[in-house]
């Protein structure tokens, strides 16, 4: 079941269309931009911007980790197209319980200095939030909207996915907004479908986006992963990756993404098709790294070991400019395959990253968990654990985090309690405590160290703070096995 509700999750955020009805959509006009404090970069004026430039909002968060991961791509962005009249502002609200706040968001921006290269806004009042985040039904962040040079919103979605793409073409003035907003409308529908477990009227809508978009690569992998995991229509899944294949086979993403939905359906018939898709990948690009990754995980994923090494160390070497895409590749390195032979490729890889982005906790994150659970190298790990809590102290998400993991992770738990304690103190204390999702891990933490009375105590206050009903049960439960005081 577990399992079940993970693949729908992530099937759901894949796509940007609301799940349910929404009044701002794409190839709407843009709403006002009505911000309180311009924290970096000039005031922009949306209505002054038509008929003159691109602007990019986008919407993010001093304590979501994701955000934060974003920043350098961002930049990235505004460099790119800083002569083609392109805008990208950073728009954050108020959140008092998660200590979101004007001054944060001022220590945090200046700290990132020209790391967070463009223009940055607060939302004091939630207006913006409401005018443009609520009104198109988008609940995660980060989230971009694209508004064209006539001020109308071109797209919407993660600013790692599809951003780049959109963004050019936006610029070019070769941009089919309309065609988007059907696709937007689709994705909407086939969000709603996913979440009423409905997978059948899902491909449904899939395949009509499919008819407007043959390139469209994202609804292909998820019709294959509908068909090969939620309806076990193997021979149906095989047919639609060999189809994908055939209408994506001039976009290395497109071919790369159809060969890791197909290296995870674990049969030799979608290996040899992933085949297929990986040496097409590389024939159009041979010098692009997520092409050799696509390449390794399925060299690892079929038992060629000496040949997946010899990938990965390819692999490494064209990643070097990329702190981001070093860390990911660690992680894969880092899993089962091959062996466990990659591990010294895996931490080679993760130093990469550090090197190039010195006490980036999302990097040393990484590092920690390839020391613990791979190297098992006990003393290495809480070392690097206790320079990630120095590192991360304003994200409380990512502390919180990494001290859950560490509490429940059957790798970990036990053995880094007063690790995971450090670091849910301080998640606790930058977020102002708040923040019963924090304060519920400060209690697991409190217990599993020994502070029994200070963990059911906790217990009480996350329970009186929470605000998901659906979470409460958990809770009540975690009290009673605190005031019972057993393990």
Not at 119 to 137: I, L, P, Q, R, S
Not at 452 to 463: C, Q, S
């Amino acid at each position: 079941m577990k399992r079940f509700l993970l693949l729908v999750a992530a099937m759901t955020i894949s796509l940007t269309g609301p799940a349910g009805a929404a009044d701002l959509s794409v190839g709407d006009p843009a709403p006002a931009l009505t911000v309180t404090d311009w924290v970096k970069g000039s005031p922009v004026d949306l209505a002054s911007a038509k008929g003159k430039g691109v602007v990019v909002l986008e919407f993010w968060a001093t304590w979501c980790s994701p955000c934060i991961r974003s920043i350098p791509h961002l930049t990235e962005l505004q460099h790119r197209y800083a002569n083609r009249g392109v805008t990208i502002v950073g728009v954050t609200d108020h959140d008092e319980e998660k200590n979101n706040t004007l001054e944060t968001v001022r220590e945090f921006v200046t700290k990132k200095g020209a790391k967070m290269d463009y223009t940055v806004a607060f939302d004091k009042e939630g207006n913006v939030d409401k005018a443009f985040m609520e009104a198109a039904g988008q609940e995660g962040i980060p989230t971009a909207f694209v508004i064209d040079r006539s001020g109308r919103i071109a797209w919407i979605g993660h600013p790692q996915d599809g951003l780049d793409d959109v963004l050019e073409d936006v610029v070019a003035g070769t941009y089919d907004i309309e065609l988007a907003r059907q696709i937007f409308g689709l994705e909407g529908k086939i969000n709603e479908a996913l979440q009423g477990g409905d997978f059948e009227k899902a491909i449904e809508y899939a395949d009509q986006i499919i008819a407007l978009k043959p390139t469209n690569s994202g609804v292909w992998s998820l019709k294959f992963r509908l068909q090969a995991f939620m309806l076990d229509d193997r021979d149906q899944a095989l047919a639609t990756a060999e189809r994908a294949i055939a209408a994506l086979t001039d976009s290395v993403s497109g071919l790369v993404g159809i060969s890791h939905a197909l290296i995870g359906a674990e049969e030799p018939r979608f290996h040899k098709l992933a085949g297929r898709s990986v040496e097409r990948a590389l024939a159009l690009a041979p010098d692009d790294p997520e092409a050799f990754s696509a390449q390794y995980s399925l060299l690892a994923a079929t038992g060629r070991d000496d040949e997946a090494l010899r990938v990965a160390n390819r692999t490494i070497a064209l990643m070097k400019g990329d702190p981001t895409g070093l860390a990911e590749f660690a992680r894969t390195l880092s899993s089962p395959d091959p062996k466990n032979k990659c591990n010294d490729l895996a931490l080679r890889a993760v130093e990469l990253a550090i090197n190039a982005e010195p006490g980036e906790p999302y990097h040393l994150q990484t590092k920690f968990d390839i020391l613990a659970t791979c190297k098992q190298d006990r003393k290495a790990a809480e070392n690097i654990g206790r320079y990630l809590i120095e590192q991360a102290a304003d994200d409380s998400a990512l502390l919180n985090g990494f001290a859950w993991d560490l509490l429940t992770n059957e790798a970990t738990a036990g053995k880094y309690n007063a690790l995971a304690l450090a670091a849910a103190e301080k998640a606790n204390q930058v977020s102002g405590g708040k923040d019963w999702m924090i304060i519920d891990t400060l209690a697991l933490a409190k217990f599993e160290n020994g502070a029994v009375k200070e963990a059911v105590e906790l217990e009480k206050k996350a329970i009186e703070l929470c605000t998901n009903e659906k979470a409460l049960p958990s809770l009540k439960e975690a009290l009673e096995r605190f005031e019972s005081g057993k393990e």
